[in-house]
């Protein structure tokens, strides 16, 4: 099943725009991750925040988490042709304190960038 | 430095036979997990294995079994497929007790016909 909701669906923009997406999830996690997938191949990941982080930036990325709405957003700036893909937010819940992490995923967010 | 690789990336089976999907960690890694994604939806965790064992499981039937080597690679096999077990099949790899983000393969496209 999957954790929680991505907001928009779908989102097409034009070239040098900015980008938001958001997720919601639905239990407690220790770090929430953000990965990129291109044409349903494999996925790449873009950023960690952890659950005691609010904000975190890289490069043309930014998100940020609030555990007490349990939701977390996904800033693109200056967007590209080349971002254009599909984005993911996961959440990383550790049962019982083990290293045994496991990823839960929304059913995320298609980018399109015009050129 | 090499990522993760995943053989082989298309499989075209027949309903009712058996799978096995392949998967080399990223150097230096030694948890792998595997996740099913179908089309148009966000990857569904499926299993995780740590120093041969299994450590979770997702909700997935027992048709869905692995296996994991000493040299930290690992397989997933697939019984008795059915039509809906079509999907892209990805491996992750992380080192254990980092809380960094997973290595992802390219998956491996299984179609069953």
């Known amino acids: 099943s999957q954790q929680g909701e991505e907001d928009p669906q779908a989102l097409s923009i034009q070239e040098g725009e900015n980008a938001t997406m958001n997720c919601s999830y639905k239990?407690?996690?220790?770090?929430l991750q953000w990965y990129r997938q291109n044409s349903g191949r494999g996925l790449v990941h873009l950023i960690l925040i952890r659950s005691n982080e609010r904000e975190k930036h890289s490069g043309r990325l930014r998100v940020t988490l609030d555990t007490s709405k349990k939701s977390s957003s996904l800033l693109i700036t200056a967007s590209r042709a080349a971002d254009t893909a599909s984005y993911f937010c996961?959440?990383?819940?550790?049962?019982?304190?083990?290293?045994?992490?496991?990823?839960?995923f929304g059913q995320g967010t298609i980018l399109t960038v015009h050129p | 430095d090499a990522g993760v690789t995943q053989s082989p990336t298309h499989l075209i089976k027949t309903r009712g036979q058996q799978v096995t999907l392949r998967c080399s960690p990223k150097?230096?890694?030694?948890?792998v997990s595997w996740y099913q994604q179908a089309l148009g939806q966000g990857p569904q965790f499926i299993f995780q294995?740590?120093?041969?064992?299994?450590?979770q499981r997702g909700n997935f039937p027992d048709r869905f079994s692995g296996h994991q080597f000493p040299n930290y690679s690992s397989e997933l096999n697939v019984n008795a497929l059915l039509l809906g077990d079509s999907a892209l099949y990805l491996c992750a790899s992380s080192l254990s007790g980092r809380y960094y983000g997973y290595t992802f393969g390219s998956g491996t496209r299984l179609t069953v016909v």
């Open positions: 239990t407690s996690i220790n770090n």
């Open positions: 150097s230096g890694h030694d948890t």
């Open positions: 294995y740590y120093e041969e064992e299994e450590r």
């Open positions: 996961a959440t990383d819940s550790r049962a019982g304190g083990t290293s045994y992490g496991k990823l839960t």
